[in-house]
């Protein structure tokens, strides 16, 4: 009956199903790897202190929007709440008792 089957279909179909599926199994392998070995470490107070910010990404701090305040904030380049020029009462307060605990 198999062989009824693939006599009935084109062998180069076939084929060009195997093909393909090869190849996608060696691009997943390959990205699975790369996934693993090429992986960015970023500081996880970076996202803590960015969902603190109030996201007007205006860049009055001198920095290229919250995403760069945060990361020098998580790397203790900026240490004051009043970097940002947009946050207020309590959000300022509580960012700068988080930076002052880290």
């Known amino acids: 009956m198999f062989n009824n089957l693939l006599d009935s279909l084109n062998l180069s179909y076939v084929y060009a199903v195997i093909i393909v599926l090869a190849i996608g199994v060696v691009l997943g392998i390959l990205l699975a790897l790369a996934n ?13 202190i960015l969902n603190m910010l109030p996201g007007a990404n205006c860049g009055a701090c001198g920095f290229p929007g919250c995403s760069g305040l945060a990361e020098a904030m998580a790397k203790k380049e900026c240490s004051k709440a009043e970097a940002c020029k947009v946050i207020r009462g309590e959000a300022k307060d509580k960012l700068q008792s988080y930076l002052d605990e880290m």
Request: hydrophobic share 15%; proline share 8%; no cysteine.
């Open 36 to 48: 693993k070995y090429l992986k960015v470490e970023e500081d996880p107070h970076k996202e803590d």
